[in-house]
Nanobody, 127 residues
Framework: QVQLVESGGGLVQAGGSLRLSCAASGHTFTFSGYTMAWFRQAPGKERTFVAAISRSGASAYYADSVEGRFTISRDVAVNTVYLKMNSLASEDTAVYYC??????????????????WGVGTQVTVSS
């Protein structure tokens, strides 16, 4: 069974920073074989794409709303994907989810493209 466990969320003031982590594990899960991504879901809204990173870690894609402020990265040695979030604003408040897909990164911006999900971590930005 594959498990994705997010951590690092919390309450931060506008303009501040947070780093989210997602630790992946599972008997049959090969971390380097999956495109990894972060999505977020604000209250009353749909889950939306935030960022994705290729299986090799060489390429990353971002939603326009976070481009230049957020950075996604992965560490194959510890089976973990990170999301560094800078210049946070109130509109970044949401539950952030980690997800894994077997598809190539260019195609994977929709929740339906992802096979495994974490339970989410809350990020609240106070203005």
């Amino acid at each position: 069974q594959v498990q994705l466990v997010e951590s690092g969320g919390g309450l931060v003031q506008a303009g501040g920073s947070l780093r989210l982590s997602c630790a992946a594990s599972g008997h049959t899960f090969t971390f380097s074989g999956y495109t990894m991504a972060w999505f977020r879901q604000a209250p009353g809204k749909e889950r939306t794409f935030v960022a994705a990173i290729s299986r090799s870690g060489a390429s990353a894609y971002y939603a326009d709303s976070v481009e230049g402020r957020f950075t996604i990265s992965r560490d194959v040695a510890v089976n973990t994907v990170y999301l560094k979030m800078n210049s946070l604003a109130s509109e970044d408040t949401a539950v952030y989810y980690c997800a894994a897909s077997t598809l190539r990164m260019a195609a994977v911006r929709q929740p339906a493209d992802y096979l495994y999900w974490g339970v989410g971590t809350q990020v609240t930005v106070s203005s």
